[in-house]
T-cell receptor, first 115, second 115 residues
Framework: AAGVIQSPRHLIKEKRETATLKCYPI?????VYWYQQGPGQDPQFLIS???????DKGSIPDRFSAQQFSDYHSELNMSSLELGDSALYFC??????????????FGPGTRLTVL | AQSVTQLDSHVSVSEGTPVLLRCNYS??????LFWYVQHPNKGLQLLLK??????LVKGINGFEAEFKKSETSFHLTKPSAHMSDAAEYFC?????????????FGKGTTLSVSS
């Protein structure tokens, strides 16, 4: 079965650079979520989109922005990168109408390293 | 606001012995509860979920969990540990069953299995 696709899988950036992470949800899924997992930490919710509209917002820095496109894929844009942004970034997707809306299917993650 | 507390940061067992990973939750509503597993340098895999149906939930790889409302607990168990069970386990809560609602992760429990 198709899973959530994230690209790139690994990304190395310098401080103050920008980065764009992409997420392709499971086909027919209409909701996308972004989470950040720092080294040795639990995943922290950043932001979510349902039908291309922002649905919920967590601890996302103002330097970050995200959107969901008409084909339901999502992009997380990160500017003025800081060393503390080094983390594993997960995307998850779900489908309204499933028995449980909040069953989220996670992608493999993008590991961002800021030098 | 909802939260989860994983009572043990590290659990060590011998292969073939039972596994118990403890989780308590706090929620104003009827929560949905999940256990996810993360193997080293891997993504998050759903083990099992509770969404107000049967209180004893069976998951993959022989894991199960029991929802106890009176104790606000959702402990994860397995009768016999296998070496491949060594991983990080996250107890997760979601309070609102609507599109885009964030998952709230516990701090995680590292399970070590010795031969």
């Amino acid at each position: 079965a198709a899973g959530v696709i994230q690209s790139p899988r690994h990304l190395i950036k310098e401080k103050r650079e920008t980065a764009t992470l992409k997420c392709y949800p499971i086909p027919r899924h209409d909701t996308v979520y972004w989470y950040q997992q720092g080294p040795g930490q639990d995943p922290q919710f950043l932001i979510s989109f349902y039908e291309k509209m922002q649905s919920d917002k967590g601890s996302i820095p103002d330097r970050f922005s995200a959107q969901q496109f008409s084909d339901y894929h999502s992009e997380l844009n990160m500017s003025s990168l800081e060393l503390g942004d080094s983390a594993l970034y997960f995307c998850a997707s779900s489908l309204v109408g499933m028995p449980s809306y909040n069953e989220q299917f996670f992608g493999p993650g993008t590991r961002l390293t800021v030098l | 606001a909802q939260s989860v507390t994983q009572l043990d940061s590290h659990v060590s067992v011998s292969e073939g012995t039972p596994v118990l990973l403890r989780c308590n939750y706090s929620s104003s509503y009827s929560p949905s509860l999940f256990w996810y597993v993360q193997h080293p340098n891997k993504g998050l895999q759903l083990l099992l979920k509770y969404t107000s149906a049967a209180t004893l939930v069976k998951g993959i790889n022989g894991f199960e969990a029991e929802f106890k409302k009176s104790e606000t607990s959702f402990h994860l168990t397995k009768p016999s540990a296998h070496m491949s069970d060594a991983a990080e386990y996250f107890c997760v809560v979601s309070e609102l069953d609507q599109a885009g609602t964030a998952l709230i992760f516990g701090k995680g429990t590292t399970l070590s299995v010795s031969s």
